[in-house]
């Protein structure tokens, strides 16, 4: 594998982000103010959360490390454990820079744009050596290396990575650092301000010019203090550094709609939309930073004239029937019971009912009509119902309402104009969709903040993953734990 895709695989699965220090501002000088995404690596914090043994688990860093990059060559997985680990450079403050691309939007532009990795290094002698790479060409001022797939350079005690031909990326390099050297991305104190500081073992800093909005979105990826969880925050900064509300479109979530939810349910979320929404700005914003497809775009103006009808919360909450009812055929319909639930303008309910039941129609679902409201029921599956609730809320669901509600997801939701609360055990997990079960909690009130682990055993979080990927591997993994609790109240115990 090339080495840029295992660099970018490893930094993706692990949703790396950005740490720093005064060290961090010097390599912030030689990277331009108008590059597209800028990124910070502490790897001397991620390979200390590595280290499964200080956390409870059974593998050291090295064997985390190693199942991490398990499908890398032997020189490939030398030299990214040389950048990662390496007391020869300055492990503390690795940045990556991402520069702006020809593309029409924020990740069409991080994507087609040239990428370069910078640090410092304590002990060029010695790092080449650990790498392997044999004796350097010149290229102007640069000693250049060359990597598995990518190409070092090094000038004055400071490397960067990049890829293509030595003498291409020399070019593009030095035309970076003449950018770098009139307007560096230091100069914008608000962003470098979030770099520098010291949370997380990674921060990514996006710049949003191309949607219009010249600030940066801001995400934080960190491990919490046990080693068990995987957090990642998220903020939008204007370019002095003051934060600006992420949910100024949304309303805080009406809880009372938890009431619909169960102890038993796996998955809940919710959203507070306000009935002034300017669904098109929004839609154009989005499309600003990814791109929509012609069959998006077209999903998108067939609900448009729905999504303008909501003027309250969406509510959907979903759990297993009961775990022993769990069909062998993975028959999500019987197996799953759900509720979907969303406020709309009390003037328009009706109608709206009467269009979900014409789509219900036109897809061909058998429905009869009852006390003002529909009964679905396809074939094999089990009875879906459509009514008003409370003059102003549309209901599709497949269960009872009459429910005792969700106190860990009512948590989660309140106070938060976004929320997603998940807790799915092992056994159903694999059951189900055949993954591993999960723990998973997002909320929006201003900032974004989410938080990810994984059930059924008690070793650190970036020890499971690692494990993971290295499930068809020859190599013997460490057993998760035998004492699987559900992590939920199973419905059949419920009176």
């Known amino acids: 594998m090339r080495f840029r895709n295992l660099t970018a695989a490893f930094m993706l699965v692990m949703m790396l982000g950005i740490a720093g220090c005064s060290r961090e501002k010097q390599l912030l000088d030689t990277v331009p103010a108008d590059a597209a995404s800028v990124m910070v690596l502490d790897a001397e914090k991620l390979t200390g959360y590595m280290n499964g043994s200080a956390y409870g688990g059974s593998l050291t860093a090295d064997e985390v490390l190693d199942r991490f990059l398990f499908k890398a060559t032997k020189r490939s997985r030398n030299e990214l454990k040389t950048l990662l680990t390496s007391d020869a450079v300055d492990r503390h403050a690795m940045v990556g820079f991402s520069v702006k691309g020809d593309g029409g939007s924020v990740m069409s532009s991080i994507k087609e744009g040239d990428f370069f990795y910078t640090f410092k290094i304590n002990d060029v002698d010695k790092f080449v050596g650990l790498l392997d790479v044999g004796s350097p060409t010149v290229i102007g001022d640069y000693d250049v290396y060359q990597l598995e797939g990518a190409v070092l350079f090094i000038k004055d005690n400071q490397g960067w990575i990049a890829w293509g031909d030595p003498a291409g990326a ?18 914008i104190k608000g962003v470098t301000g979030y770099l ?15 949607t219009g909005e010249q600030g940066w979105v801001c995400v934080t990826a960190s491990v919490d203090d046990a080693g068990k969880e995987l957090e990642v925050d998220a903020n939008y900064l204007d370019p002095s550094g003051k934060k600006a509300k992420m949910d100024k479109y949304l309303q805080d979530i009406n809880t009372d709609m938890l009431s619909y939810t169960t102890p038993a349910d796996m998955i809940v979320m919710a959203v507070g939309i306000r009935h002034d ?7 154009n914003y989005c ?8 069959r998006q775009r077209a999903a998108l103006a067939l609900v448009l004239p729905y999504l303008k009808r909501i003027d309250g919360t969406l509510l959907v909450a979903a759990g297993v029937t009961a775990d022993e009812r ?16 969303v406020n709309v303008a009390k003037s328009q309910a009706k109608a709206t009912l009467k269009d979900f039941a014409g789509v219900a129609s036109l897809l061909g679902i058998p429905m009869i009509e009852k006390d003002g409201g529909y009964i679905l029921q396809a074939k094999g599956m089990s009875p879906v119902t459509l009514k008003i609730v409370n003059g102003s809320t549309i209901v599709f669901a497949n269960r009872s309402l009459e429910q005792l509600g969700n106190d860990a997801a009512l948590k989660v939701m309140s106070g938060n104009s976004f929320g997603i609360w998940a807790n799915v055990p092992d056994a159903t997990g694999e059951t189900l969709y055949g993954g591993r079960g999960f723990k998973l909690t997002m909320s929006l009130d201003g900032d974004f903040e989410s938080s990810f682990a994984l059930n059924g055993s008690s070793a650190p979080i970036l020890e499971q993953l ?8 020859e190599e013997v993994v460490a057993a998760p734990d035998s004492d699987i609790t559900p992590g939920f109240t199973p419905i059949d115990t419920i009176r």
């Open 277 to 283: 929404t300017d669904w098109e700005g929004l839609i």
């Open 326 to 341: 769990i069909s062998s055929r993975k028959d999500f319909s019987n197996d799953v019971n759900f509720v979907v639930a």
């Open 196 to 210: 520098d500081g010291d949370d997380g073992f990674l921060r990514t800093a996006i710049s949003m010019a191309q």
């Open 466 to 473: 690692a494990v993971i990927m290295a499930a068809d591997d």
């Open 287 to 294: 499309q600003a930073i990814y791109p929509l497809d012609s």
């Open 170 to 187: 020399a070019r593009k390099l030095d035309t970076q650092l003449d950018i770098a050297s009139n307007t560096a991305l230091s100069s």
